[in-house]
Each structure stands twice: as structure tokens, then as C-alpha cells.
């Protein structure tokens, strides 16, 4: 059974792929509309220095450990077993028991090209996958009151398609907020998984294994796009370790 632990002032789950993927059979037949969130680094930063986010991380159904210092962080505050839940490779295995549970997906997110891709890529790796539809929106500014009719049409036409698990690409925090937003609206099970639809449809390619294993990742990514993560990396990642190390030392002082 999960538990939700703290790290910094976000909640982390203490799951696994096939108990994420036995609640989602749960969760769609009892038509509960909930959203997931695979947390990294910069996703519990993004909540520390936000407290609207940080409550919409609060609401999410599960959110996982997506990072591997977020695995290690649990381990440390005694979580011996625990191993990373990683967003792409979730998508994969949601859609695998969507596919057996005939539980149809929609995808939602990334480019026309890369959804294309995408698609093609799923429909071979998973013939008995339903694919509902799939919408890549514009630029979407969630704070912008004239944005609100549009968000409100891209929902209504996903409640209509049929799906029973969405996955949401819009990036953090962009897409946990969507989420928070869409939840009221919609009867299904949505899943935020970053940049799983570039990494799955091809266009973007992933760090090997061995780096992910010994949180490199990062590295791999900043390397591909150092003007788009420098700010995520640089400056996100040594706060994480300084504010960590000192819930940890204040945690092992009050014992």
C-alpha cells in the first residue's frame, strides 16, 4: 500500500508501475475524474517557490517519484525499496493495460507532427490500443482570462470523444495546472508525462539508461537544449540538494 511522503513541501507517493496501473482500472470504473503526476526535480521546486501549484500537486491522485533524486530522497527518509516511476516509461505501460482493458486513450499536448508520429508508433507497439483522438493545442497562457473559452472547447471536445485516460504533454507546470483545471470537467483518469510524446514519437531522444540510473538525465537533456533547461538545472537543481540536506539533517536532529 502507498504512502504519501514529504519532500520539501510536496507529497510523493511511494508506488510502482503495476499498482499505478491497477488503480487506473479502479479509478476508470468508478468514473473518477483525477489527474497524475510524475514529479521530478523541477517539478518540487516548482511547488516550493509557488504555494497555487504546490496545492494542485496536493489534489493530484498520485504523483510519483519521476526523478532519481526524488527515489533517493525516499530512501533516505526510509523508503528502502523504492524505485523510480518514470512518466515516459509509465505512458508505456498505461497504455499497455489500456490496451488489454480496452480502456480507450486520448493523447493531448506536443505538435500535429509529433501526435502523428506518435500515433503510429503506439498503434504498432500496441495494435489492441484505442486511440480516441489526439489534439496538439496552441500556445496555451492559463492565466490569460481570453485563453479560458478555447481550454473550455478543447475539453468539451475530449469529454465527447469517448476516452477513459487522457495523457496530458504540455510541459510543467502547464500541465498540472490544465489538469487542476480540466478535472471538474472531465469523467477520466488523466496522466501528465512531460516530454514522453517527444521521446516516444521519435523527435527527441532519450539519455541512455546507465545516465538515467545515476541521475545523469539531467546532463543528456541540458546538453540537447542548454537555453531552454539551463535556468531548470542550474539554478533548480543545487537549491533542491541545500533545502533536502536540511529536511533531512532537521529529521534525523528531532529523533
Not at 115 to 132: G, H, M, T, V, W
Not at 137 to 143: I, K, M, R, T, V
Request: proline share 5%; aromatic share 10%.
Amino acid at each position: 500500500m502507498s504512502q504519501r511522503i514529504p519532500i520539501l513541501n510536496v507529497g510523493i507517493d511511494t508506488t510502482s508501475y503495476t499498482e499505478i496501473c491497477d488503480r487506473l482500472t479502479t479509478l476508470v470504473q468508478d468514473h473518477k475524474s483525477c489527474y497524475i503526476v510524475a514529479a521530478n526535480v523541477h517539478v518540487v521546486m516548482s511547488a516550493y517557490w509557488d504555494e497555487t501549484y504546490c496545492q494542485v500537486l496536493a489534489n493530484a491522485e498520485i504523483v510519483t517519484p519521476d526523478g532519481m533524486p526524488l527515489v533517493w530522497g525516499l530512501r533516505s527518509l526510509g523508503i528502502g525499496n523504492q524505485q523510480r516511476v518514470y512518466g515516459p516509461d509509465l505512458m508505456l505501460a498505461l497504455c499497455d493495460r489500456a490496451a488489454r482493458e480496452n480502456l480507450p486513450i486520448y493523447l493531448f499536448g506536443a505538435t500535429a507532427v509529433t501526435l502523428d508520429k506518435l500515433e503510429q508508433n503506439l498503434r504498432s507497439r500496441f495494435p489492441d490500443l484505442a486511440i480516441a483522438g489526439k489534439h496538439a493545442p496552441p500556445y496555451l497562457d492559463l492565466h490569460n482570462p481570453a485563453f479560458e473559452s478555447q481550454l473550455d472547447e478543447d475539453i468539451e471536445f475530449i469529454a465527447q470523444s469517448g476516452a477513459k485516460v487522457l495523457f496530458v504533454a504540455l510541459g510543467c507546470p502547464k500541465q498540472e495546472l490544465w489538469m487542476s483545471y480540466a478535472q471538474p470537467k472531465l469523467s477520466m483518469v488523466m496522466v501528465g508525462v512531460g516530454a514522453a510524446f517527444d521521446f516516444h514519437s521519435g523527435q527527441v531522444s532519450q539519455a541512455p539508461r546507465w545516465m538515467m540510473a545515476i541521475g545523469l538525465e539531467w546532463l543528456y537533456r541540458f546538453v540537447q537544449e542548454p537555453k531552454r533547461l539551463w535556468q531548470r538545472y542550474l539554478i533548480n537543481n543545487p537549491c533542491f540538494l541545500f533545502l533536502f540536506a536540511k529536511q533531512h539533517l532537521q529529521r534525523l536532529l528531532s529523533k
